[in-house]
């Protein structure tokens, strides 16, 4: 999963990698996804008192458009429900900004700069 971060966000958006990588990481519930058995995406849940942070969400560019991402989104949303959690938050890239409306995410607050990439905070409640 960390070779798949690395590949989408050192390597294709330029982010360092001692950004790219965090204290949270070991606390995090990580998901891994597979195509035919290859991975290909990747993502985490960070849990922070009733609302879950979705994060470092990657898919490699050779499986995007799939519903790979989705699927991951998915995956983290049913985790967090297990946990007990009752909104999931995120900071997407402006760009990715349609593909998480599409999954009910709404944005909210000024958009932001973070790792050179500008991105705009979101959240989705989990009913």
């Keep these: ?3 798949i971060r690395e590949a989408v966000f050192v390597v294709e958006q330029q982010v360092p990698l001692e950004q790219e990588r965090d204290p949270f990481d070991a606390h995090a519930d990580h998901f891994l996804a597979r195509v035919d058995g290859a991975p290909v995406g990747a993502g985490r849940l960070v849990s ?3 609302v879950g942070v979705l994060g470092r969400l990657a898919v490699l560019s050779q499986a995007r458009g799939v519903g790979v991402g989705g699927a991951l989104a998915g ?3 049913e985790r967090a429900r297990a946990l007990g959690l009752h909104a999931i938050e995120l900071h997407a890239q402006v760009h990715a900004l349609g593909f998480y409306e599409r999954l009910g995410y709404t944005s909210y607050g000024p958009r932001f700069v973070e790792s ?3 991105h705009v905070a979101m959240r989705k409640p989990l009913g």
Excluded: D, K, S, Y
Aim: hydrophobic share 50%; proline share 0%; aromatic share 8%.
């Design 1 to 3: 999963m960390f070779a």
């Design 75 to 77: 995956a983290v949303e």
């Design 116 to 118: 050179g990439i500008e």
């Design 48 to 50: 922070r008192h009733e």
